[in-house]
């Protein structure tokens, strides 16, 4: 601290707690600097107790490093207002904060002016720089030449107190890859070790007998504040500088002999020239060290006064020899004369490592122009406005001053740094009126400084001895270690978007995209990747996943920045409720599937017992410990009803049925419910903990068969006991389960969890539920055309058999003619009444949506079917045209997407149809000469003709030719067409079941046959995933199964007739859930 100081006498080691001024004394400067300086450190060292040597505060934002990805050269440095921009090294606030930039970074910050630039990887260099980013801080006085409103300016001149200003500094420093922590690598950022000793006077004065000798005296006449700043750094001559290059040299490298020059000598070395050019004595030793010949010498600076004579410069010339200034100096004492030592500096290079520009004043300045000559040019760095000294008058108005502050601060003397005073050796040392210093160390910095007092009244020099700087103190503290390198990066969009094969769950891509896009930095490379994805939850399946669709990706070489480890502090106030406790956190629940693929576990979603049964996985954001999760910490209740149904039934058969008992039983309202534990095995490695029952579907299947009929299923609830499960890294980072709901904006019934969990308060439950259901069986929907009802039989039914369920009445869905389920289970019916009618999943009921179409002619329906997509296509007859049509609904029904109709579809009579998997439509005719099936590309609308026909074989019969009624038709999942075709001539040729494979027009294979077949007025056609064919035979009130592959004259393999009053009259069908 350059300022007007007498001394400054604050020592933490006196422990004062402060400074009381007495009555009638001379108030001093040193007084109040020392109050200052103890309050200030007695405010760092509280904060040090209580955040430790380094934090950050809530929200745990401030000082976090991230890529740039517009220059690789720079990175961000999260800053903002209030404790986003704060932190705290050794007790000191730092904050890095400045409105005026969008983003803070490396390269532009309000503290560092061009800060050195990072050395970075070339193309074609694949070696990774790695390095670590710290804060530095340090204070700096500002007088009013730094800050001109410092000044009174009602005092017309006079300048009063200073300020001390917190300098607050991001750098890098380069590790190598072996330092793999913080602490390790912060080791590496060492401050000099140069020291002071000053020395007592000596007695140079000639004897004289009238004369008491006084080897011990300050012979100035004025006390003197001194202070002594190290400009060039550098090592110490004739101690340990430039000597390996010397040991080199003489073959003692590496030794710690001690080597004795008698005579002066040369050396050459590769290094450059080492000349001694004096015999340094026996005693006086080089060992050889570290350093080499091309380190230079330290030089330092020293002034009287603590350098406190400074001006403000206002430009400069254009040759840079001359310097307009504000003033010339405070007082004829302190007023710029030529010969002085000046020194010119800025806030560039005040702020870095560098000095300022140290040289001589030519000739006496110009008090009227108020300009000063240089012995030597400023240097370009200094940025100053230009302009000539010799159009300047004394009239002429100042020059604006640069915004970099820059001064002429005025020294008494320089020298070179020695390990010994020597009078006539080291005269640099020699300060005058008795005042001697050397130094001592290798590693002396630019900058370093020390002070001491001399005092004329009783001729005394503060004693150092060996001592370390004065300042400048700083401080530092760790933020990250971070990698430069040359990876193939790929873009992160396109990642998501491949097949349905290659799906990553959508809860897992939302959270790594959501990383980058935090980021800023859309492209990645495959290492950065599986990182975040296993920071995110992924399981060793979906992270093979995400490498073999990371290879699939176009690479570009790129220059990447990652940081490798967080190195910053987080703390949390002490006074705010809400603060967050450091905490682990759920960010993410899924089911699994047999192949261990996982599936987000929304709450209160419905899941089945064979979901249920794989397992649940549940992923935090730490790492957690084996030994916490057990049976009392993780476990699924399931709520069942009190009485049960089978509770009720044994009540009501033994007679004891209560009406409550007799209510619940017939109206569904259990008394109460009662909760039960599903024994399960619990598995915990790295961030993820597995759940998994002991039973299987079947068993679970009990439990969902006890849900009341009014509820979605049976009540499940996961429980995560926060106050009990921690991390397997830090056993006191528990659980922060809180995780609260929000609507499903798709269903605002149902209410989903956000994810991480936390209400910034550690030890909270958490607590997902869901509804479990008995898994819902494949089974085949028939259409009793009689009863006009829906009948659900199981796959494998066989002989006289009660349907499972029926739904659907002439008033819900009048004169029903086809039924198809989509993926979901939603069923629907085409009716010739009213166009189409919804059921939900699972129906017993009335339909949940209806449509018709409104066609502009008198449209009858005959068919259905629903494509993958779950659009439904209706097929039906106008009775005004006498052709059929085909009306395409998208998923939730509403207005027609498109139609096919027209003359040029060829549709007449129409009744089946079914759409492949890439939309290609087929739709039975039969016009007058035979039944036939038209295939439709896929997006077909209007009058469009089909790009092929598939016409039905024409038999002869007695020489007649006899033609097939084309009904309902079928695809299996190779693409096979099946075609239930009713014979026009009754007995005389037996009805059939036609198999095309794809893009053929003849039959592979046909059903047929009058002994064995039974196939009595096909009409219905399904086939299932083993390849059955099931066929409904409206003739026959039955349904003959097929087995895979049937061909000719076969026997079912079964036959579903139907229990007394149903299927009576079955016409269409087909299989679904």
């Known amino acids: ?157 006079p300048d009063t107190a200073t300020r001390l200003r917190t300098i607050v500094q991001v750098k890098v420093r380069e590790i190598a890859a072996n330092v793999t922590d913080c602490a390790a690598a912060m080791k590496l950022v060492t401050d000099g070790d140069g020291t002071l000793t000053t020395l007592p006077p000596v007695d140079d004065q000639p004897p004289d007998p009238c004369r008491i000798p006084d080897p011990g005296t300050y012979t100035g006449r004025e006390n003197h504040f001194y202070r002594i700043e190290i400009h060039r750094a550098g090592d110490v001559a004739g101690f340990a500088g430039n000597t390996s290059a010397l040991g080199e040299a003489t073959g003692t490298a590496g030794s710690s002999e001690v080597l004795t020059l008698l005579q002066s000598i040369s050396i050459n070395t590769n290094l450059g020239n080492l000349d001694v050019n004096r015999n340094l004595g026996a005693g006086i030793g080089i060992r050889s060290g570290i350093r080499h010949l091309s380190r230079l010498h330290a030089t330092f600076k020293w002034s009287k006064n603590n350098a406190a004579d400074a001006v403000q410069v206002l430009s400069v010339s254009q040759d840079r020899l001359t310097l307009t200034v504000q003033s010339l100096g405070r007082d004829l004492a302190t007023a710029l004369v030529d010969g002085n030592t000046i020194e010119i500096c800025d806030d560039r290079s005040e702020l870095g490592h560098l000095p300022g520009h140290l040289t001589m004043i030519a000739g006496n300045p110009d008090p009227d122009r108020l300009t000063v000559t240089l012995a030597d040019p400023l240097p370009n760095e200094f940025e100053l406005p230009i302009t000539d000294p010799s159009a300047l008058s004394p009239l002429s108005p100042p020059a604006a001053p640069a915004n970099r502050h820059a001064t002429l601060r005025r020294w008494d003397g320089v020298g070179t740094c020695a390990a010994a005073f020597d009078q006539q050796l080291t005269p640099d040392m020699d300060l005058g009126d008795g005042v001697h210093v050397q130094f001592g160390g290798t590693d002396l910095r630019s900058g370093d400084y020390w002070q001491f007092v001399a005092r004329s009244v009783d001729g005394s020099v503060e004693k150092l001895t060996n001592a370390k700087p004065t300042g400048i103190v700083r401080h530092r503290c760790p933020l990250a270690l971070v990698r430069w390198q040359r990876l193939r990066r790929f873009e992160i969009a396109p990642l998501f978007a491949g097949s349905p094969a290659f799906a990553i769950p959508s809860d897992l891509a939302a959270a790594i995209e959501q990383y980058f896009e935090q980021a800023h930095d859309l492209r990645t490379d495959a290492a950065t990747l599986l990182e975040v994805a296993a920071a995110a939850g992924a399981t060793p399946h979906e992270l093979e996943l995400l490498k073999l669709l990371a290879e699939r990706q176009p690479h570009v070489e790129a220059l990447t920045f990652r940081v490798v480890e967080d190195c910053r502090n987080p703390f949390l106030p002490l006074t705010d409720e809400n603060d967050v406790d450091a905490a682990m956190h759920v960010v993410r629940v899924g089911r699994f599937d047999t192949n261990e693929n996982v599936t987000p576990l929304l709450n209160d979603s419905l899941v089945t017992t064979d979901e249920l049964a794989n397992g649940i996985g549940v992923w935090f954001d730490r790492p957690v410990e084996p030994n916490a999760i057990s049976r009392p910490t993780c476990y699924v209740e399931l709520e069942l009803p009190f009485p049960s149904f089978s509770l009720t039934r044994a009540l009501d058969a033994a007679g004891l049925a209560t009406n409550a008992s007799t209510n619940f039983a017939t109206a569904g309202g259990p008394l109460a419910y009662q909760r039960i534990t599903l024994a399960a095995k619990l598995a915990a490695n790295g961030n993820a903990l597995t759940w998994r029952p002991h039973g299987g579907r079947n068993e679970l299947d009990l439990f969902a068969a006890l849900a009341p009929p009014a509820d979605r299923g049976a009540l499940a609830r996961l429980h995560l006991r926060g106050d009990v499960i921690w991390s397997r890294d830090n056993d006191r980072l528990f659980l922060d389960g809180d995780a609260f709901g929000f609507a499903n904006p798709n269903d605002p019934q149902q209410t989903l969890l956000r994810y991480p969990s936390g209400d910034g308060k550690r030890g909270g439950d958490f607590e997902l539920w869901f509804w479990l259901k008995a898994t819902p069986q494949l089974g085949l929907y028939v259409i009793d055309q009689k009863t006009q009802a829906i009948e659900f039989y199981a ?279």
């Not at 760092?44 to 220059?71: L, Q, W």
């Not at 904050?95 to 560092?112: K, N, R």
């Not at 129906?843 to 002619?857: I, N």
């Open 1 to 157: 601290m350059k300022g007007d100081f007498s001394r400054l006498t604050f020592k933490r080691a006196k422990h004062t707690a402060g400074v009381l001024h007495q009555q009638g004394r001379v108030w001093l400067d040193a007084d109040w600097n020392e109050e200052v300086q103890t309050r200030l450190d007695l405010a760092e060292r509280e904060t040090v107790d209580v955040v430790g040597r380094c934090g950050v505060p809530k929200p745990g934002t401030a000082f976090a490093i991230s890529a740039n990805p517009a220059a690789p050269d720079d990175f961000f440095i999260s800053t903002g207002p209030g404790p986003r921009g704060r932190c705290y090294v050794d007790g000191i606030l730092c904050e890095l904060y400045d409105p005026a930039l969008a983003h803070m970074s490396y390269l532009h910050q309000p503290d560092y002016i061009d800060p050195p630039a990072l050395t970075l990887p070339t193309p074609g260099d694949t070696q990774a720089k790695n390095a670590l980013v710290y804060v530095e801080t340090w204070q700096r006085l500002i007088t009013y030449l730094e800050d001109p409103d410092i000044r009174e300016i009602a005092l017309n001149g």
């Open 795 to 1073: 796959l494998d039914a066989n002989g006289p058999t009660t349907p499972a369920r029926s739904f659907g009445t002439p008033n819900a869905a009048p004169n029903p003619v086809g039924v198809a389920v989509d993926a979901t289970g939603k069923i629907f019916v085409a009716s010739g009444a009213i166009g189409v009618a919804q059921f939900d999943p699972g129906a017993t009921g009335t339909p949940t949506a209806r449509a018709t179409g409104a066609p502009p002619f008198k449209f009858i329906a005959s068919g259905l079917a629903v494509d993958a997509n779950g659009a439904v296509y209706l097929v039906g007859n106008s009775i005004a045209t006498g052709r059929s049509s085909v009306l395409v609904f998208p998923n939730a029904l509403g207005a027609v997407q498109r139609s096919i109709d027209g003359a040029e579809t060829g549709l007449v009579g129409s009744v089946g149809i079914a759409v492949g998997a890439d939309g290609t439509t087929f739709v039975t005719a039969n016009p007058q000469d035979g039944g036939r099936v038209e295939v439709f590309a896929p997006n077909a609308s209007g009058n469009v003709g089909p790009t092929r026909s598939i016409v039905l074989p024409v038999a002869n019969v007695g020489g007649a030719s006899v033609k097939y009624t084309a009904n309902g038709v079928a695809l299996d999942a190779a693409g096979n067409l099946y075609v239930a075709a009713a014979s026009q001539a009754n007995t005389a040729l037996p009805d059939a079941v036609f198999v095309f494979a794809p893009n053929q027009a003849s039959p592979a294979r046909t059903i047929r046959g009058v002994a064995n077949t039974k196939l009595f007025g096909p009409f219905g056609i399904a086939v299932d995933t083993a390849g059955n064919v099931f066929v409904s035979n409206r003739n026959e009130a039955a349904i003959t199964v097929y087995g895979p592959g049937a061909d000719g004259d076969v026997a079912p393999i079964r036959t579903v007739t139907g229990a007394a009053g149903v299927l009576t009259a079955p016409t269409a069908l087909t299989i679904g859930l």
